[in-house]
């Protein structure tokens, strides 16, 4: 039997873990290879505080409205979570009632839901500047207590040094959180008000966390997200500061060069299970990749991984060294041969072979017909695109609200 754990104060670690427990559920994203801290680290320099199960950017004020009522009410340190719980799978319901609803986290599992909207929107709620309690759920959960009896000594009053016990007493959300609607939660719709957008636009330009992004630089100069596959395809990306234009290079690059690993290890696998439908699927698709390699071949010729390194190493200093050494690997097996010739080349298969096998020990499909009766056929062969795809709903969320009447 084998388990995840994580430590109770690793909230950003947390958060990714239950992303990766998640994603298990998606064939097509999986992170068969190993890869994922990398890709997490430039998604999280471009599209900072998303996450990849994330629906409709209102959640990032449902949640705090949420918890605001539960403190306004004293809900215990024993009952807040509980109390929450119910809050939150409460709200599916009037969110399904209501004429925008695509997004509704829970509509299919209502009271049984796992994973709930505060778990999924927690951390970007503090990247965004919104939740300024620094610590994790459950720890905030056993805050209140505290933090109630710090309120009634200073007459409900936060911000304030308290003598007696040397600390001070910090607001747990943004002190400029636009209030609920005076419906909520009873009644609640997933699309911006004017004034919300207006925040949620502000909180993204001007929190710490954001700062720098692509997220603030798309928010900032108010440009819709286009509907493209990936972000470098959008047409404002010639506008971009050098700075941001060179990250989306590298992001490019990594994402280009890498999706020929995934396609040969699920090549591997259909020729292992012997099925021809899947070995023309992705002999066909390691065909159009190498097509793209070469084309590209004189930019990443010139690509300075070095600096590539640098920027990811400054958001996930502990990148294990196999997992840099096989993504080093395969960047030189792809460019000093022509990348073709890949999908037969021995040492490139015996490079996936290997760092399935270092993944997964004896649950590796590779190799393994016990293991491959699980595969079905399409297992993370998806090329990386940094959580553009939520973050193009998020900003149109924004935007649109943007655009509404200003109530």
Known sequence: ????????????????????????????????????????????????????????ARYFLLVPWMYQRQEKSRISSAQIAARARRAETDLVEAIERSDDNAGNIGKVAKTTLKRLPSSVYWQGLNVWGIRTFRGSQS??????????????????????????????????????????PSDFPGECILSLTHREAEYLAERICLSPGCSGSLLAELVARRRSSADVSFVWEHPYVAELPLKLRAMLDHAQNFSEIMHGAPLLYNLLLAEQD??????????????????????RSRVLAVWNRERFWQLVHAVNPRI?????????????????????ELCESTPARSLIRGRERRLKKSLARIDNPRAQELWTGDSGAAQLEFRWRISQQLLGDIFDGLEAPDA
Not at 326 to 339: C, G, H, R
């Open 1 to 56: 039997m084998s388990a995840f754990v994580w430590l109770d104060y690793s909230e950003r670690e947390r958060r990714k873990m239950l992303d990766v427990v998640d994603l298990f559920r998606e064939h097509d994203t999986r992170d068969e290879l190993g890869i994922g801290s990398v890709r997490d680290a430039f998604a999280d320099l471009l599209f900072p505080g998303t996450s990849t199960i994330m629906t409709r």
């Open 139 to 180: 720890q905030y959960h056993r805050s209140l207590d505290r933090y109630y009896a710090q309120l009634t000594r200073h007459g409900g009053r936060v911000s304030e040094r308290d003598a007696e016990h040397d600390d001070f007493i910090p607001p747990n959300w943004h002190g400029g959180l636009i209030p609920s």
């Open 274 to 295: 012997h099925r021809d439908e899947g070995i023309t699927k992705y002999r066909q698709g390691l065909t159009q990749w190498a097509e793209l390699v070469s084309a």
């Open 320 to 340: 294990t060294n196999p997992t840099y050494e096989f993504i080093n690997t395969w960047w030189d097996l792809a460019s000093a041969d022509d990348a073709a």
